[in-house]
């Protein structure tokens, strides 16, 4: 926390909104759909991939203020398994701005300590653009700090199947097809994300209601954060927002809220209600 109240300058707003979050209280994971950024060119009268570029800085924010809280991770959906069916020109554009990002980021991810991580079925990624990530990703995976995951040719059903196929791969080898039970656990240390928190708070920009195939075992009891503004328009104060927001929230997971004396009177109250 610190370290964002020293990165923001006297005067600026920002400082109000981060002196207001509770620093007990931060997501351990924050996952973004950055979302908005053909929107956000078509009305500039630009081409798509003006969009796209102007999305790297929101990208540059968010990591960099994740950090600088300390998070366990940060996910953002770069490019989803669907994102195929784009006009070839947008999707070189996306791998064009990946590789600058990656070659420029390199010494922040190395000076905040974070560790990039690659969610996605990578293998059939553009030969050049794989390699630049597992580069990037080998020359931090000694970092200990934030993990940051760039979910790529990613996609939440293919990342189960592929949890499956590695849960069966597994029991192949070790000769323990024939009694093999799968539970949550098997199933969390299979995905991409294994060994990580599960996202507390889901970011969603330009308005959209949806999850589009995101993190879908993941985000069974994240908090939803949707905005209006464009991913392009996302800045540190958006952010800032979603996790006040956040923090208002009463996560139940399931349960009740409160000490077991509120459910207690809850039930009474509940009692009182005669039967449909
Ligand atoms: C969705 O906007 C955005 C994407 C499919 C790509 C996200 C890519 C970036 C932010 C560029 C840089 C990324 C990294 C990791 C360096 P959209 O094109 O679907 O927007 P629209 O819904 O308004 O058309």
Same mark, same amino acid.
């Given at each position: ?10 005067? $600026? ?88 990002? /990656? ?70 080898? $070790? ?7 799968? $539970? ?48 392009? $328009? ?32 809850? /039930? ?9």
């Amino acid at each position: 926390m610190l370290a964002l109240l020293e990165s923001i300058r006297p005067g $600026d707003p920002d400082r109000e909104l981060a002196l207001a979050l509770d620093p007990e209280r931060l997501p351990s994971h924050i996952a973004i759909i950055m979302d908005g950024n053909g929107r956000w060119a078509r009305q500039r009268s630009l081409p798509r991939a003006a969009g796209h570029k102007a999305g790297v800085d929101p990208v540059r924010m968010s990591v960099e203020c994740c950090a600088q809280m300390r998070l366990r991770a940060l996910t953002l959906y770069a490019f989803s398994v669907e994102n195929w069916k784009r006009p070839r020109a947008e999707v070189e554009t996306l791998w064009r701005l990946l590789r600058f990002y /990656l070659h420029r980021e390199l010494p922040l991810l190395q000076e905040n300590n974070i560790r990039l991580n690659a969610l996605g079925r990578i293998d059939a990624l553009p030969g050049i653009v794989r390699d630049d990530l597992e580069e990037c990703c080998l020359r931090t995976s000694r970092n200990t700090g934030m993990n940051l995951n760039l979910a790529i040719n990613y996609g939440g059903r293919a990342e189960l199947v592929d949890a499956f196929n590695r849960i069966l791969d597994r029991a192949r080898l $070790d000769g323990t097809l024939g009694r093999l039970t799968i $539970d949550e656990e098997t199933i969390s240390n299979s995905l991409y994300t294994r060994g990580m928190p599960d996202p507390d708070l889901l970011i969603r920009t330009s308005g959209e209601m949806r999850v589009s195939n995101f993190l879908l075992w993941q985000i069974a009891y994240a908090e939803l954060y949707v905005t209006d503004t464009l991913w392009p $328009d996302f800045r540190r104060s958006h952010l800032l927002r979603a996790i006040l927001d956040y923090q208002k929230r009463d996560r139940r997971f399931g349960g009740l809220t409160g000490s077991p004396e509120a459910a207690e009177e809850r /039930l009474v109250e509940v009692a009182g209600v005669p039967e449909a």
